[in-house]
């Protein structure tokens, strides 16, 4: 099974606790207006990679097992994020979502230490810890609470 990755950055620390990897999930059909990630709306706009090759890749670069994943809509690939999220068994995993908590599977909220819900408002944009708009919501579901 493949994913489709708009980009992936080693060494965030605004998309969670800790030195992080973040992996941009391409696709969204939310389109927030003014979104910061426009570019990741089409879901082929990113690099097709087998969901082995790109485990492999984050393991070998993310000695600190610390992943966030964001997009686009990360859930517009539920499937494939799914074997994502469990071939990164034992890595601290957070996920950047439009989508509500109760809209999310139990299934991916299991592999979640943490999950940033809610649409990107472009007005209530902060300058703070991390990335997003006031109006979202950092929910911690295990560890770093």
Same mark, same amino acid.
């Given at each position: 099974?493949? $994913? ?24 969204? %059909?939310?389109?927030?207006? /003014? ?12 690099? %097709? *990679? ?9 393991? /070998? ?11 686009g809509e990360p859930l517009e690939q539920? /499937? ?11 890595? &601290? ?9 109760? %809209?999310?599977?139990? /299934?991916?909220? &299991? ?8 649409? *990107? ?12 708009? %006031? ?5 911690? $579901?295990?560890?770093?609470?």
């Open positions: 099974m493949k $994913l489709y990755i708009s980009g992936i950055i080693y060494g965030s620390m605004v998309d969670g606790d800790g030195l992080r990897t973040v992996i941009f999930l391409s696709g969204c %059909s939310v389109g927030c207006k /003014e979104c910061q990630n426009k570019k990741h709306w089409n879901i082929k706009s990113g690099k %097709s *990679f087998s969901i082995d090759e790109l485990v492999k890749n984050i393991k /070998e670069k993310t000695p600190q097992k610390k992943v966030t994943i964001s997009g539920k /499937e494939p994020l799914k074997i994502l999220m469990d071939k990164l068994d034992g890595f &601290d995993i957070g996920l950047y979502t439009s989508y509500e908590l109760e %809209s999310i599977d139990k /299934e991916i909220i &299991d592999s979640l230490s943490f999950v940033k819900t809610g649409k *990107f408002e472009h007005n209530k944009k902060v300058y703070g810890k991390y990335f997003g708009s %006031s109006n979202q919501k950092m929910i911690y $579901l295990k560890g770093n609470n």
